[in-house]
């Protein structure tokens, strides 16, 4: 309340001070006033005053409006905002350009990248009436109509503050004279919520992005559980009939056929630990799984791995080497009436470690193109787990058959082993 009658009091006294330099300048040009001022020059003092303390009194009540609140502050003419915006200079500065020009009234604006800093004219109207303020309005009388927006964008680290301006168009002596009706008041607070609401997009679409990428890789793990289940009973079922049939014919080879079975289920069951596979483990697996095969195939199938003790120990996705050690067999050499053989090499890489497996099989052709379910799901893996740290090839091999490899950083973030 005390800041109100204060701000009303002092608009009154510029008025009235300018009202007694107006008389004495009238006295002395006309050599005084024996019987004092002229009653149209009292009408007018009085009118004016009305409508000056009127005016200043609808100001106050706006800013309550508008704020909440009353105090030397909210009621000044020119209002000042110092801004934190969480992105980089250039960001903030673009943020900051669309929240001033999608301003309502918003009639120039100038903007200078390099030095950041964007200047804008704002057309001021009579918030009661939609108008321009009325030309009977004595607070209207002084100055420009419009108001004015000078934002400056500080580059900071990772961040960018903002100075923010909002003025009326006119010299700040006029202040003591006029009231803005909280227009430069609502700019501000206009400028701050556009921008408060443009970084809450942000952050939501960044949110929805890091969500979208959690669902991704529950998806692929989904998958590749859903992969397990139809594949790995498959070939349980085709290994214990054949360790029945060699039981009876070849008890030998039915316990060695048993023992790489036992091997290679204790490589693909989860452990309790859930923890991260190696390259070294999953060598195992796809060792194993040769084995028993190389048992089924006979002399259809050879081997060679040349994997150095050293890169054992790197990370390495789970299951992710035993696909491609499966589509050679399936797609390269079962198809293929000789059969013939499967590398596996691993060998240092500017980025970490590459993993190849390669055959002399049949190689690509209409029912085998490199695109299967299988290859687009270890495509898909590396992306979420390693981004653009990791990479997948896969090319014909010479003279026959297909090589594929995977290259993938020897560090990985916590939870990459498990995509």
Not at 68 to 82: I, P
Not at 301 to 314: A, F, G, H, M
């Amino acid at each position: 309340m005390i800041a109100s009658l204060f701000f009303v009091f002092r608009i009154a006294a510029a008025w009235f001070f300018g009202f007694f330099l107006a008389t004495l300048l009238i006295t002395g040009l006309f050599g005084g006033m024996q019987n004092g001022p002229p009653w149209p020059f009292v009408l007018l003092f009085v009118v004016t005053m009305a409508l000056v303390i009127t005016g200043a009194f609808s100001h106050v009540r706006r800013v309550r409006l508008i704020a909440g609140k009353v105090d030397a502050t909210t009621l000044a003419n020119r209002q000042r905002r110092q801004v934190e915006i969480p992105f980089e200079a250039g960001e903030a500065f673009d943020l900051v350009d669309a929240a001033v020009r999608e301003l309502p009234r918003t009639e120039e604006v100038e903007s200078a990248r390099d030095s950041l800093q964007i200047r804008a004219k704002v057309g001021r109207i009579d918030p009661y009436s939609n108008k321009s303020p009325s030309r009977y309005n004595p607070l209207a009388w002084l100055g420009n109509k419009r108001n004015q927006i000078l934002a400056t964008v500080t580059p900071g680290q990772d961040a960018g503050s903002l100075l923010l301006i909002c003025e009326p168009e006119s010299p700040a002596w006029s202040d003591w004279f006029k009231v803005d009706d909280g227009t430069n008041l609502e700019n501000a607070e206009a400028i701050t919520r556009a921008i408060t609401r443009r970084v809450a997009e942000r952050r939501r679409s960044e949110q929805a992005k890091a969500e979208q990428t959690v669902t991704e890789k529950e998806l692929t793990v989904a998958k590749l559980s859903l992969l397990h289940a139809q594949v790995e009973p498959h070939f349980l079922y085709n290994t214990l009939a054949s360790a029945q049939y060699l039981t009876r014919n070849d008890p030998q080879r039915a316990d060695e056929m048993l023992g790489n079975l036992i091997a290679y289920l204790r490589h693909s069951l989860p452990s309790a630990e859930n923890s991260a596979s190696t390259l070294g483990e999953e060598l195992e697996r796809a060792r194993a799984y040769l084995e028993i095969l190389k048992i089924r195939m006979g002399a259809r199938l050879n081997t060679q791995i040349d994997v150095p003790e050293r890169l054992q120990s790197v990370p390495f996705p789970a299951m992710m080497l035993q696909t491609l050690v499966e589509n050679a067999i399936k797609h390269g050499l079962e198809p293929k009436s000789g059969g013939g053989t499967v590398w596996i090499l691993a060998r240092d890489h500017e980025q970490g470690v590459a993993v190849t497996v390669a055959d002399d099989g049949q190689g690509f052709n209409v029912q085998s193109s490199g695109t299967g379910i299988g290859l687009k799901n270890v495509r898909e893996r590396l992306r979420l787990a390693y981004g653009s740290s990791a990479s997948f090839a896969i090319v014909s091999n010479f003279p026959s058959g297909v090589a594929a490899t995977i290259v993938v950083p020897t560090a990985i973030g916590e939870g990459q082993a498990h995509a």
